[in-house]
Nanobody, 112 residues
Framework: QVQLVESGGGLVQAGGSLRLSCAAS??????MSWYRQAPGKQRELVAT???????NYADSVKGRFIISRDNAKNTVYLQMNSLQPVDTGVYYC????????WGQGTQVTVSS
């Protein structure tokens, strides 16, 4: 059974940091990504990483967020620094093989 399980969300003050983790099981994903969805808004791509470590970021998080993956642990991470209230939302892990899989999401709340 293929699963993606996120962890690491929480409440943080503006300027603070959080590290999200997404543990995958059941398959190896060629591409893993983090998405987020703010209240009342569409889900948006935050960052992507391939098995070779090639990364891509949304302009809004470049220079603040770092995506990484440990292929041996089949886990992807999102280090989020200099967090701002606009970063508040539910963060979802996404994995792509021949189809797309989603985690259940983890809440990130940044207070001003």
């Amino acid at each position: 059974q293929v699963q993606l399980v996120e962890s690491g969300g929480g409440l943080v003050q503006a300027g603070g940091s959080l590290r999200l983790s997404c543990a995958a099981s059941g398959t190896i994903f060629s591409i893993m990504s983090w998405y987020r969805q703010a209240p009342g808004k569409q889900r948006e791509l935050v960052a992507t990483i391939t098995t070779r470590g090639i990364t891509n970021y949304a302009d809004s998080v470049k220079g603040r967020f770092i995506i990484s993956r440990d292929n041996a642990k089949n886990t992807v991470y999102l280090q989020m620094n200099s967090l701002q209230p606009v970063d508040t939302g539910v963060y979802y892990c996404n994995g792509e093989t021949v189809r797309v899989y989603w985690g259940q999401g983890t809440q990130v709340t940044v207070s001003s």
